[in-house]
């Protein structure tokens, strides 16, 4: 008989990377400071204490902690949303590579 653990195969395209680095989000006139905690190619995890609404677009700035990469610029989209006391999780889509 199989693990469960074996049994499971990712259904992502993208692997999520654990990075938990600091992120510039842009909402309009808006400019906010989060966590960004996981990346993929599509998406990312954000935590910060400000309320968004599913929808919500925003630009997201990571800076590059290496000298020899880019920093990302996205347009990003929030898709959904968990909270924890006054910490809000928030999974975005990745609309637009910006350069």
Same mark, same amino acid.
């Given at each position: ?15 999520? !990377?654990?990075? @938990?680095?600091?992120?510039? *989000?842009?909402? &309009? =006139? ?13 998406? !990312?995890?954000? @935590?910060?204490?400000?309320? *968004?609404?599913? &929808? =919500? ?43």
């Amino acid at each position: 008989m199989m693990s469960l653990a074996t049994q499971y195969q990712e259904k992502r395209d993208f692997i999520r !990377m654990r990075v @938990e680095t600091p992120v510039t *989000l842009t909402l &309009g =006139d808006r400019t906010l400071q989060c966590v960004c905690i996981d990346l993929s190619g599509t998406g !990312m995890c954000i @935590e910060l204490t400000q309320e *968004l609404n599913i &929808g =919500d677009e925003a630009v997201a700035y990571m800076a590059s902690y290496q000298n020899n990469f880019e920093p990302l610029n996205a347009c990003i989209r929030i898709k959904r949303v968990m909270q924890d006391g006054d910490v809000y999780c928030y999974g975005a889509e990745i609309i637009e590579i910006l350069g």
